[in-house]
């Protein structure tokens, strides 16, 4: 039986209960209905002024991109990433075309906004999903061509976990994040 760790303090369970497996089940696939519910609450996550920065590259194996994907993979994320029903490659839209001007201050913490509402979204079709950066940024980013203005920042993992959630997972105290990294007062 799957061990289930108990919400903290009133949190919903979705969020109490969500973890990265490193082992992902090969047997579970990702299919069409599934991916564009994932991209879908990705969609309506905010953004500052509306301006939904994020952009995604999705693959699945047996797919023909998944290998475009897979060969870029650091050893330590190989490993187990290539079992995920999904790999998806997450961009964001830094500049305006070919210049230096911002696009969006935010467009990085948007995009991070939308992966985790893809993320709680996972969780809710009983899914999981590891965000990782162990890839070779500079390949992937040749191999995949995104356009002025655009950056790969990181990747996700979806797909069933092969793996019993920890019995315990250690977080940074709520005391601890309203208390650093303030300077106090001279």
């Known amino acids: 039986m799957r061990h289930v760790p108990q919400p903290r303090d009133g949190i919903h369970p979705l ?14 696939t990702i299919d069409d ?4 519910l994932l991209l879908e609450a990705a969609r309506w996550a905010p953004s500052a002024g509306n ?12 797919e023909p991109d998944h290998e475009r994907l897979v060969r870029h993979l650091a050893p330590s994320s190989a490993r187990w ?13 830094r500049h305006v075309d070919e210049t230096q001007l911002p696009y969006s201050d935010f467009a ?6 939308a992966i985790a509402h893809m993320t709680v979204q996972a969780q809710a079709m009983g899914l999981s999903a590891h965000q990782f950066r162990a890839f070779d940024l500079e390949g992937l980013t040749k191999e995949l061509g995104p356009n002025a203005g655009w950056a790969i920042v ?3 993992a979806l797909g069933k976990a092969a793996e ?4 315990r997972r250690e977080r940074r105290s709520v005391a601890d994040l309203l208390s650093a ?5 001279e």
Do not use: C, H, I, K
């Open 181 to 185: 990294p303030w300077t106090a007062p």
């Open 154 to 156: 990181s990747m996700v």
């Open 81 to 93: 990433a290539t079992d995920a029903g999904l790999l998806v490659v997450t961009l964001t839209r």
């Open 15 to 28: 969020l109490a209960q969500r973890f990265s497996p490193y082992r992902f089940d090969p047997s579970v």
């Open 51 to 62: 301006s939904q920065p994020w952009s995604f590259f999705t693959s699945r194996p047996r």
């Open 164 to 167: 019993e959630p920890p019995e």
């Open 33 to 36: 209905p599934t991916l564009n």
């Open 108 to 113: 990085d913490y948007d995009l991070g906004q």
